[in-house]
């Protein structure tokens, strides 16, 4: 194992001006202030979320008795408690922090808030006009041969990460990202070669966002199961509202709704994918994991083994890459199947770049990015489609959180 996966720092957020010093400073507060919006709710509800903006600025605190989730936060948080926010991991602290935001606007109950989502702003994509008028230009099954049109797909389905609504509140020039993006390592290839040659039996999908970056998701997902008559797909979606975007099964039947009512390739494909859900081609899966502050070195031993007994496991977005290699500071150059070589199944990635995390991509185009885009990492103008060697089930001493 290369040297570099025993002494990589885990990233925390206490540099000022640094992408995770930015998220909690300035995104978290926003966030709170449109959670806040999002409904109509008592005042109660808005003390408490007053309360949560207080208490982000300065040290983590445990949940009180009978709260959500106590005992797994108590756990995961024992070397937490205490700290300065800023202090801790950031891939921790950001997942605290959402279990605290649905805390504070009652979604775990008891009461009528409970299960109410506050992240209503991924539905406005699903209401805007314009995407009808897109997805009605869409050719219905696609005017491709059948590789080129995976390879499109795969596509596709990376630059919908670029949807995440928690980014745009981050990013000031939203005109940029309607501009086709680099793909810093590419695989597509051998992805497509895998997919239709060796991924016959079982796929699974792990979800990140909803909205405009699911619908590509949905569209992949179509079109491996016109491909593969025996397969069978598990799209694994977060078990409750998660970040500010995450899609959950509330989501996607938005969504497949929203297909429903366009004419063309989006109501074909919505029509197939129902059929799908009920034949049982296509499954829906999800695990209290997905909204653990860990890595998925430390994968449960259930969902280890149902990941385990696919094919191929594709998976979407930045957050879901962090837990996948590690949030650490590694080395851009770094092998990308030497950190996931832990992992219970051969991993495809699909991820635009939006945070420190890099690895696998070439030393001489990390050396002209550094030169000449220093905010590479997290600008979101730049993606990578790997693909990771075949699965070993071994160990990793990746510097994780345990």
Same mark, same amino acid.
């Given at each position: 194992m290369d040297s570099n996966t025993n002494n990589a720092r885990t990233i925390v957020s206490s540099e000022p001006g640094s992408f995770a010093w930015g998220v909690l400073t300035h995104r978290h507060p926003v966030l709170i202030e449109q959670a806040g919006e999002a409904h109509p709710y008592p005042l109660g509800i808005r003390h408490r979320l007053d309360e949560l903006r207080e208490h982000i600025t300065g040290t983590v605190q445990p949940l009180p008795d009978g709260g959500a989730g106590k005992s797994r936060w108590d756990r995961w948080g024992s070397e937490m408690y205490g700290q300065r926010w800023l202090d801790v991991p950031f891939l921790w602290a950001e997942s605290y922090f959402y279990h605290l935001l649905l805390d504070a606007v009652g979604y775990f109950g008891p009461g009528p808030w409970r299960g109410i989502d506050p992240f209503t702003r991924k539905r406005a994509e699903l209401e805007d006009p314009a995407l009808a008028t897109e997805l009605s230009s869409v050719p219905e099954g696609g005017v491709r041969p059948r590789r080129e049109q995976l390879i499109a797909l795969l596509d596709a389905a990376l630059w919908g990460n670029r949807a995440d609504l928690g980014f745009r509140l981050s990013n000031s020039s939203p005109a940029d990202r309607d501009v086709p993006g680099r793909i810093l390592e590419d695989q597509s290839a051998e992805v497509a070669d895998h997919l239709e040659t060796y991924a016959t039996g079982n796929i699974c999908l792990i979800a990140d966002n909803a909205g405009r970056e699911l619908i590509p998701d949905l569209f992949l997902i179509d079109h491996l199961l016109g491909v593969h008559r025996d397969l069978t797909i598990d799209l694994h979606l977060k078990p409750r509202p998660y970040y500010v975007s995450d899609a959950t099964t509330g989501d996607l039947l938005a969504t497949l709704e929203r297909l429903a009512g366009i004419p063309g390739a989006a109501r074909a494909t919505a029509a197939r994918l129902d059929s799908a859900l009920r034949t049982g081609r296509l499954r829906l899966r999800t695990h209290e994991f997905y909204c653990a502050p860990l890595s998925f070195h430390h994968l449960p031993g259930d969902l280890r083994a149902e990941l385990g007994r696919a094919d191929a496991v594709i998976l979407k977005g930045d957050l879901n890459y962090r837990r996948l290699v590690?949030?650490?500071?590694?080395? $851009?150059?770094?092998?990308?199947?030497?950190?996931?070589?832990?992992?219970?199944? =051969?991993?495809?990635?699909? =991820?635009?770049?939006?945070?420190?995390? $890099?690895?696998?991509?070439?030393?001489?185009?990390?050396?002209?990015?550094?030169?000449?885009?220093?905010?590479? =990492?997290?600008?979101?103008?730049?993606?990578?489609?790997?693909?990771?060697? $075949? $699965?070993?089930?071994?160990?990793?001493?990746?510097?994780?959180? =345990?």
């Open positions: 590690g949030d650490c500071h590694w080395p $851009a150059t770094i092998s990308f199947s030497t950190l996931t070589q832990y992992f219970p199944a =051969r991993v495809i990635a699909l =991820r635009t770049l939006k945070c420190d995390v $890099a690895a696998g991509i070439d030393g001489g185009i990390v050396t002209e990015l550094e030169k000449n885009e220093p905010d590479w =990492r997290v600008s979101g103008s730049h993606g990578v489609v790997q693909m990771s060697a $075949a $699965a070993t089930g071994g160990t990793s001493s990746a510097p994780t959180i =345990r």
